[in-house]
């Protein structure tokens, strides 16, 4: 058994190690991730007012910031049986899921496109075959011209000749498991600098009612304060405009390219290669009409789609054994002699995770839980979304539960939510004609409880988001978060069973263990962002191990 250990693992948010274990034939048979960076921003939010724990709680990741803001303002509103008005949660949601479409393009291209495509290669393309080759996914492909690809490959030539490859050098170019013709190569990579300057305008939609992105100002306890934006027709068509263009990319170039990357890799789907144990979370939520919600809410075990169970959010624990934490305290256990993480022993922690589990059980959470979870439940609106694909592709729903399939469902969830997104805004349009111009639950501060708990479960673009907020005497006294990594990044527990990532991870088969790509491709495929993984419970000497969750 060889022991391989990627530190850190790059194109991710935070600072995550994997250790594998490989057999004489290169196969995974253990692994271990583990969450190397330390936070504690629930300790800064203590003592402090409820109304700022948005503004401190966004600041826990710089990528998630919006997620953060609304689950800590949710929770607080939640512990004071604040409700708010329609018009603020619409605005909410606009907010959210633009932030759902910037966050998976990102994602894609520039975090993990490069786990696919081997940049080296694609300088052998053809122009004018690299046009053809994209018309084979869609009908009307993205920016598709040999004059276009000839601009691409004049600009990677000249990154090449330089001798500095920018954005595209450390990788592992030329390794057995790039399987992209090079015309596929250029076709996706002109797609990443094109993604460059999507990135861009999306943030502009989310600052529309933001004020400004990262870190959102416009969420406040009991509503928001976007009043003038709601009641400008300019901004409201300003957003719009900004997601028909962002839907014209989806369209035509994302799922498309997702469609190319299916079709290339269809036997690693087939054969399950980066599936993890099937069991799956999502709380739902975001309204589209009287009766239906954009994302059901349920519980999957073992892929078992026909009986899914109702989410309980009383099944939720939280576990520190083998995270490096003690009683009321941080126990950083340090590493053994040859740099290797102390993971031999069951009782040997290993990250600074914390390990969720629902009913005892490890989950994943994220684009693929909320596509297999709301299609099975019979979902109206996804369902057309789903069944193109997997038609396309020649697919099965069991095959999304894959690495490759993992992105694949988040781009469907992407073009998705880009369809309906027109529909909220026209809701939002609605709800102000008819002079329901309020954005903020009028409430005197003084006069609400003086102690309180609350809590906000979230569907967020990695996955099922949950704040805790306990206060006392109007102040803040114990805070906890479960972000999605957490979900899927957990650490095992005294039982010893594998979290999302690490059970993805076995079974998986290297070619080269000097280069790991295949360990990079499967932990990528889940959208790392381990700042917001890492979370304490409490600083103050609550029993850690044996906490559980009761509001
Ligand atoms: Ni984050």
């Not at 790039?178 to 002109?190: A, D, G, I, R, V």
């Not at 409201?236 to 390219?257: G, H, S, V």
């Not at 501060?445 to 003086?450: G, M, P, Q, V």
Request: hydrophobic residues 40%; negative net charge; glycine residues 8%.
């Amino acid at each position: 058994m060889k022991k391989i250990v990627i530190d850190p693992i790059t194109r991710i948010e935070g600072h995550l190690r994997a250790e594998v274990e490989v057999d004489e034939y290169g196969v995974v048979q253990e692994a271990y991730v583990s969450g190397q960076l330390f936070r504690g921003i629930e300790t800064i939010l203590q003592n402090r007012d409820p109304r700022d724990a948005g503004l401190l709680a966004g600041r826990i990741c710089g990528v998630c910031t919006n997620s953060h803001f609304r689950g800590a303002v949710s929770s607080v509103e939640d512990a004071y049986g604040l409700s708010i008005p329609k018009s603020a949660e619409i605005i909410r949601d606009l907010m959210s899921m633009a932030l759902f479409i910037q966050d998976h393009v990102v994602h894609f291209y520039h975090l993990h496109l490069l786990d696919f495509v081997d940049v080296v290669y694609a300088l052998g393309a053809d122009p004018k075959a690299t046009s053809k080759e994209a018309h084979k996914y869609v009908k009307h492909p993205f920016r598709n011209s040999h004059e276009h690809y000839e601009a691409v490959l004049e600009k990677l030539n000249n990154f090449v000749k330089s001798g500095r490859l920018g954005p595209f050098s450390n990788g592992y170019w030329g390794h057995s498991a790039y399987k992209l013709t090079s015309e596929q190569n250029l076709l996706l990579l002109s797609h990443y600098l094109e993604a460059l300057k999507f990135q861009t305008n999306i943030s502009k939609a989310i600052a529309i009612f933001g004020g400004k992105t990262p870190h959102p100002q416009s969420i406040v306890v009991g509503g928001v304060t976007s009043v003038a934006d709601m009641l400008n027709p300019q901004r409201l068509n300003d957003f719009i405009f900004i997601i028909k263009e962002a839907k014209d990319f989806i369209d035509r170039a994302y799922l498309p390219d997702m469609r190319l990357l299916v079709k290339a890799y269809k036997d690693e789907i087939k054969a399950g290669v980066g599936r993890a144990n099937g069991n799956f979370l999502c709380v739902g939520g975001y309204p589209f009409d009287e009766t239906t919600n954009l994302f059901e809410s349920g519980v999957v075990y073992g892929h078992d789609f026909k009986n899914i169970e109702e989410f309980d959010e009383y099944k939720i624990s939280e576990e520190v054994e083998r995270a490096w934490y003690e009683k009321g305290a941080v126990c950083y256990t340090d590493l053994n002699d040859d740099g290797t993480l102390k993971t031999a022993k069951s009782d040997d922690k290993y990250s600074w995770i914390k390990a969720p589990r629902y009913d005892g059980k490890t989950m994943e959470c994220g684009p693929l839980a909320r596509v297999l979870v709301s299609y099975s439940k019979g979902n109206r609106l996804i369902k057309s979304f789903v069944n193109e694909f997997l038609e396309a592709c020649e697919i099965e729903l069991l095959d999304l539960s894959s690495t490759v399939g993992r992105n694949a469902a988040r781009a469907i969830e992407t073009s998705y939510i880009c369809e309906y997104v027109f529909k909220l805004v026209s809701n939002l349009i609605q709800n102000v004609k008819y002079y329901d111009t309020q954005t903020w639950g009028a409430y005197k501060f003084a006069e609400l409880k003086a102690n309180a708990k609350g809590r906000a479960f979230l569907e967020v673009p990695r996955g099922v988001l949950s704040h805790f907020v306990e206060v006392e005497g109007q102040k803040i006294s114990n805070y906890s978060v479960i972000a999605p990594t957490t979900w899927n990044a957990t650490p095992k527990n005294y039982d010893g069973v594998r979290g999302a990532y690490e059970e993805a991870l076995v079974g998986v088969k290297l070619a080269d263990a000097k280069q790991p790509l295949e360990v990079l491709r499967v932990l990528h495929s889940f959208d790392p962002c381990i700042a917001c993984a890492v979370h304490i419970v409490d600083t103050k000497g609550r029993e850690l191990s044996s906490y559980k969750i009761k509001i």
